[in-house]
């Protein structure tokens, strides 16, 4: 198989590019990696020295490629199928692109500093690094509801790497602090989004790893 995609079904940027794979039903081999074991840990910086996933290995093409946008990109490019995620015409795709970066920036990394400080020792914690992550939030998701309000996906008719995007951190944004009654375009968004088969598979695979969320 030509595709291998080294991740892990907990984590939140590789769900982005799962939901990639599954829209267009792309082959390929998947390698979960656990980063808390010293020698699965090793044995992937041996691949990619930054030790973050997720990765995408090419076999046949014998390429590397790292980070979920580059990612997503590359399977538009040399593996497309019926979704395409970067539209065809350049200011549209430069619209979508600041989509996906707005998602990943202020909702995706904001949501991991809550998440990932709930999970370090006690006397090593960020609290004003948590408030300053829970203010981008919100102003992110009153951005976001706004922008919502009228459409199916963030660029209308058609769902592109911005809506992959968006997926992850709304769903754990919303294990954090649910926003339901106080962004509704948005809850309905997440809705709709797990409702597409692409993002229902990916978090039915990590059901069995969802209590390891720290509360």
Excluded at 79 to 86: E, Q, V
Excluded at 98 to 122: A, G, V
Aim: net charge negative; hydrophobic share 40%; aromatic share 10%.
């Amino acid at each position: 198989m030509s595709l291998r995609l080294y991740f892990h079904p907990l984590s939140s940027y590789c769900h982005k590019v799962l939901i990639a794979l599954y829209e267009n039903g792309t082959a390929f081999e998947p390698q979960t990696v656990n980063l808390m074991d010293a020698e699965d840990s090793a044995a992937f910086k041996k691949i990619w020295p930054i030790g973050k996933f997720p990765v995408l290995r090419d076999e046949a093409a014998d390429r590397l490629i790292p980070e979920s946008s580059i990612i997503i990109e590359y399977l538009d490019q040399h593996f497309p199928g019926n979704t395409r995620f970067i539209p065809a015409d350049s200011d549209k795709a430069r619209q979508m692109r600041l989509r996906d970066r707005f998602c990943d920036l202020y909702l995706h990394n904001s949501m991991q500093k809550i998440i990932f400080d709930r999970m370090r020792p006690e006397g090593s914690k960020d609290p004003a690094g948590v408030d300053d992550a829970r203010k981008m939030i919100r102003t992110a998701l009153d951005m976001l509801n706004g922008d919502m309000a009228n459409k199916t996906w963030i660029m209308g008719d058609d769902f592109t790497m911005a809506d992959c995007a968006a997926a992850p951190p709304l769903f754990y944004g919303n294990m954090i602090e649910t926003f339901e009654s106080s962004h509704p375009h948005v809850w309905a968004y997440l809705e709709r989004l797990q409702k597409r088969p692409s993002y229902a598979r990916v978090l039915e695979e990590a059901k069995p790893f969802l209590h390891m969320v720290p509360k």
